[in-house]
């Protein structure tokens, strides 16, 4: 039923501009007007991560709301846990418009938004005024301007620290000049530093620790996988999200695949698990990876965990395959469950991995 009236209602949604259209979505989950999963998950859904339980491993990614707008109805749509952001401390308009594409036939989106936010102040006065209780992320970056960008990090954590369930740092947005070089390791080494040092400050003072997962770009060179996941490991990071959107533009149909930004949905999605694959390889599979890009069925959901993932994130494929998209993904992850005779999904996280390390990332 959901599925259907979706499909109605695209139409409508596709006649205005990309950015209008989410603003639409917004202010009708703003307002309730959301069809809610009040149904159990199925028990082989449930996973542990970060000695929490989720429901479910699905979330939306970031950039759906980045002023923490929704998050309680991101969780009432059937997720197991919701992210908001990015969110940097001064408030910022982001780039010029238009700045959002769509590519139907390639089932695919570009944006150039820059990190476009209200700024922290805002985003806390929503998130103190929450009342669920559900698991909640805060996704965190740098200003365009920033000449400290480690501390705009820094900030984050700091100012949301009472508020969020955990923390994503957001190092491989293509929108931000420069923002991608933090990926490089020296630079990485010192902003984990920082952020890690303000964190153990706020447990030592009696505050709970609360997880951090750093999400890197889908275009980081073969050869340095390696070095970055060392670092990362390194300074014990909770989690490892891959990827962001692609600056590569993999054999697209649409003329709008001409436009610059960040290229997410169905073509990200070879690269992106290729490289989940190789990051938990890397990672020994010790880390606990999100698994992001491309995700738009059960299929391709169940890829990314084969390939990884304990967690995944969507977003295009909701545009194009709307709310109902949650459900059944979660319905065929549940079926692929009884059909293989295991009890819980999160068993078969990592199980294809040496298949998808195979595949080259520049194919």
Known sequence: MLSAFYDLARPALFAFNPEDAHELVLKSLELGFYPRDTGADPD??????????????????????????????????GCGFAEVGTTTPLAQSGNPKPRVFRLPADRAIINRLGFNNGGHAAMLQRLK???????????????????????????????????????????????????????????????????????????????PKRPITVKIAPDIAEDDVAAICEQLTAHNVDAIAVSNTTLARPHLIEREGKQGGGLSGRPLFERSTIMLARVYQATGGKVPLIGIGGIDSGETALAKIEAGATLIQLYSGLVYEGPGLIARIKSELADTCRRRGVGRLDSLVGSQVSRWVSRSLTA
């Open 44 to 77: 082989c859904l449930k996973t542990e991560v970060w000695g929490m339980s989720l429901t479910n491993p699905i979330g939306i990614a970031a950039g759906f709301d980045k002023d923490a707008r929704v998050p309680d109805a991101v969780l009432g749509l």
């Open 129 to 207: 005024a929450r009342t669920s209780k559900g698991i909640l992320a805060v996704n965190i970056g740098a200003n365009k301007e920033a000449a400290d960008r480690a501390g705009d990090y820094v900030a984050g954590l700091m100012t949301f620290y009472d508020v969020a369930t955990c923390f994503t740092v957001n190092i491989s947005s293509p929108n931000t000049p420069g923002l991608r070089d933090l990926q490089a390791p020296e630079q990485l080494n010192e902003l984990l530093g920082r952020v890690m040092a303000a964190r153990e400050g706020l447990v030592a003072a009696g505050k």
